[in-house]
Nanobody, 125 residues
Framework: QLQLVESGGGLVQPGGSLRLSCTASGFNLNYYGIGWFRQTPGKEREGVSC????????YYADSVKGRFTISGDNAKNTVYLQMNSLEPEDTAVYYC??????????????????WGQGTQVTVSS
C-alpha cells in the first residue's frame, strides 16, 4: 500500500524553526517528485516547495524563499522541509504529496497522485 506520512509539525514562536518530514512506504521516492503544500481554513491549497526525483531540482513559493529548504534522504525514503524564521502567516496544515514523474518539480496540487494526512504548524507567541 502506497502511503505518505508527515511529521514534525507543532507550535512555535515567530522567528522559530521546525523541520517537517515526509516518509514514504510502499514505493521508492527515487522515482517520484515530491511537493509540500499548505492550507488554511477557507483558502485554497498553496504550493510551498517541490523537489524532483533526483533531488537536484527544487522550487519555492515566493512567500517562503530564503526561509524554507527542501531536501531528500534516499536511504530513509524521506523528504524534509526545513522551515526557519517562521511567521504567523505560515500557520497552516502542511501536506506532502508524490507524483510518479522523474526529473520534474511540480507546484500544481492537481498533478499529484498521493497525499499524506497533513501536519499542523502553528506560529504564535
Amino acid at each position: 500500500q502506497l502511503q505518505l506520512v508527515e511529521s514534525g509539525g507543532g507550535l512555535v514562536q515567530p522567528g522559530g524553526s521546525l523541520r517537517l518530514s515526509c516518509t514514504a512506504s510502499g514505493f521508492n521516492l527515487n522515482y517520484y517528485g515530491i511537493g509540500w503544500f499548505r492550507q488554511t481554513p477557507g483558502k485554497e491549497r498553496e504550493g510551498v516547495s517541490c523537489i524532483d526525483s533526483s533531488g537536484s531540482v527544487t522550487y519555492y513559493a515566493d512567500s517562503v524563499k530564503g526561509r524554507f529548504t527542501i531536501s531528500g534522504d534516499n536511504a530513509k525514503n524521506t523528504v524534509y522541509l526545513q522551515m526557519n524564521s517562521l511567521e504567523p502567516e505560515d500557520t497552516a496544515v502542511y501536506y506532502c504529496a508524490a507524483v510518479a514523474v522523474r526529473y520534474m518539480c511540480l507546484m500544481q496540487s492537481e498533478a499529484y497522485n498521493y497525499w499524506g494526512q497533513g501536519t499542523q504548524v502553528t506560529v504564535s507567541s
